[in-house]
């Protein structure tokens, strides 16, 4: 992966080349816009953050962060209404998040930061760009392209640059992951999406510090955590979290390296990437319900998290209950209602080949089965209103799981028939 910031004999980059050959069309002209406003303001303008990062290694970009050194608000608004027509959203820390098409352009005034304790909110003052980069997660991420005034140039006060060269995730300061200890799962999950690493002193510190995710919310680690389950490395983050002791550090009974890789080494079986929050079944299996409950708590968890980590053991149970002779209609009855996340990583741990295959087939197929019918139909055919309907279509449900009616002509049979032997009961 070419990396685009030395020109010839180590001259400074081609900004404007680097610009025009990784932007997006859209990308150009929301910096195009924003350059124009910030002119006639007479405010500095910055990119910075993961733009900054994927630009120099010729990635494409995800999102925009901008800096402006001065009034960010009414910049934002003026970026706003030149870009969207739409007023600007505003958070407490004179952040604006602005959404244009598919893609977030944040907008961020300079800004220092200090930490009360560690794990509090920042304390947020007005600043300078370079200040604003001291305050960043990583050297890669506190790299600022500046944009006006011109010349366009970066400003590396903290050696991303050689960094981003030689590969390398590293810490400002020694006491960067007390301050904020997301910065962890920030730097594995950075590391391995970009196939970087820990910088040895920032591994060390790491694993020194790895107790301050005490000090987190669980929000904050659920959305980390959220974050890296969607990444494609997602496999990578789990081995080498658990490997750190990051997994055991966020909940004592998670697992550490060896068992995680036990059971990412299971994943292929799956036959294709798993939904995010298998990841999170995944690393719960085995738990015991007391232990998913406060893990669950421990992570403040929302409903859909809750679901997956209830489901894991049921679909566990029940898929090893099911005998070799069982047939689609059971496995249905079986499996029906679980979250499917909860469903795939019992696929994957699943004890014997032929419960694995169960799964894989109702998570591939049988869960998509519904008779052509519905309620109303059967009205039509002649079953009346009540429980029966359910009944029928339950019955109807299984017969095409089981491959006894297929087309549309074989169901309303089905139904006539149905009607025929329960005929004292509608
Ligand atoms: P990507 O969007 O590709 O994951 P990004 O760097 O843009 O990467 P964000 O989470 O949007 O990711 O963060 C934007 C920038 O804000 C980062 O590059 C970093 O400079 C800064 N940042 C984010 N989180 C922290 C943190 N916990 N501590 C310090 N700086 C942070």
Not at 77 to 97: E, H, K, Y
Not at 230 to 239: D, G, K, Q, R
Not at 340 to 368: C, F, N, P, T
């Amino acid at each position: 992966m070419p990396i685009h910031y030395n020109g010839p004999m180590g001259s400074a980059p081609d900004i404007a080349a680097l610009l025009q050959d990784t932007l997006s069309a859209a990308q150009a002209s929301v910096i195009t816009q924003a350059t124009a406003l910030a002119s006639a303001g007479g405010l500095p303008l910055y990119l910075v953050g993961g733009g900054v990062r994927d630009l120099l290694m010729l990635r494409p970009l995800k999102d925009l962060d901008l800096v402006v050194e001065g009034d960010a608000g009414l910049f934002a608004d003026a970026l706003a209404g030149a870009l969207a027509g739409r007023p600007s959203l505003r958070s407490q820390f004179g952040t604006t998040a602005l959404k244009v098409g598919g893609m977030n352009v944040d907008i961020v005034m300079a800004r220092k930061e200090t930490y009360a304790h560690p794990g509090a909110l920042p304390t947020v003052t007005p600043s300078s760009i370079m200040d604003d980069l001291q305050r960043r997660d990583f050297t890669i991420h506190a790299i600022a392209m500046r944009l006006l005034p011109s010349p366009a140039a970066l400003l590396d006060p903290t050696g991303g640059l050689p960094d981003l060269d030689a590969r390398l995730v590293r810490i400002l300061h020694s006491k960067s992951f007390q301050d904020d200890a997301t910065r962890i799962l920030r730097a594995v999950r950075y590391e391995q999406r970009l196939g970087f690493r820990l910088e040895p002193e920032t591994e060390r510190l790491l694993q020194r510090d790895v107790t301050y995710l005490n000090t987190i919310s669980g929000d904050r680690l659920r959305r980390e955590l959220d974050l890296a389950f969607h990444e494609a490395s997602a496999p990578a983050f789990l081995a080498r979290a658990a490997s750190l002791g990051v997994l055991q550090a966020l909940y004592p009974a998670l697992p550490g390296g060896p068992v995680m890789q036990e059971r990412l080494a299971r994943l292929p079986s799956l036959g294709g990437p798993p939904l995010p929050l298998a990841y999170l079944a995944l690393l719960a299996y085995g738990l015991g319900p007391s232990q998913r409950q406060s893990l669950a708590q421990r992570l403040n968890a929302p409903r859909a998290w809750r679901k997956v980590l209830e489901d894991t053991p049921r679909a566990e149970e029940n898929l090893a209950a099911l005998p070799t002779t069982a047939r689609p209609s059971a496995v249905w009855a079986a499996l029906q209602g679980l979250a499917v996340e909860a469903l795939q990583a019992a696929a994957v741990m699943a004890a014997s080949a032929h419960a694995q295959g169960l799964a894989l087939r109702y998570l591939k197929d049988w869960r998509q089965v519904r008779p052509a019918l519905n309620g109303n139909d059967l009205l039509r055919l002649g079953i009346l209103q009540g429980p029966a309907i359910k009944e029928a279509l339950a019955g109807l449900q299984n017969a095409l799981l089981d491959g006894a009616v297929k087309t549309v002509h074989d169901q309303e049979a089905f139904v006539r028939q149905w009607l025929k032997t329960h005929s004292h009961r509608s």
